[in-house]
């Protein structure tokens, strides 16, 4: 059942099988991502492919780190930790 603005709907559902062999409900993460091979010609088209792939990597970094700055609590980046002694 769905309410929405003070109206009742009745939704189907239907769980798909799990590995498991239980019911499976809800939203389900898969990977959008292509494989693909491509062989340099030479050293130079290797430097470059591999910063291009490493621009990438470092521009998919700095992009979550900079949603996930803001949302740390305040101190959580700055100051010094104390680091326990052995007795």
């Known amino acids: 059942m ?4 003070g109206e009742t709907a ?3 559902l239907t769980p798909e099988l799990a590995a498991d062999g239980g019911g499976r409900i ?3 993460l ?5 494989l693909s091979r491509r062989v340099a010609a ?3 088209q290797a430097l470059a492919m591999a910063g291009g ?3 990438k990597l470092l521009n998919v970094v700095t992009t979550g780190a ?3 700055y803001p949302n ?3 101190g959580a980046c700055h100051g010094r930790r104390r680091v326990p002694q052995a007795a």
């Open 2 to 5: 769905r309410r929405r603005g």
């Open 10 to 12: 009745r939704l189907p």
């Open 26 to 28: 809800g939203v389900q």
């Open 30 to 34: 898969s990977t959008n991502a292509s």
């Open 42 to 44: 030479g050293p130079g």
């Open 53 to 55: 792939e490493f621009r």
């Open 66 to 68: 900079g949603a996930l």
């Open 72 to 74: 740390l609590p305040p």
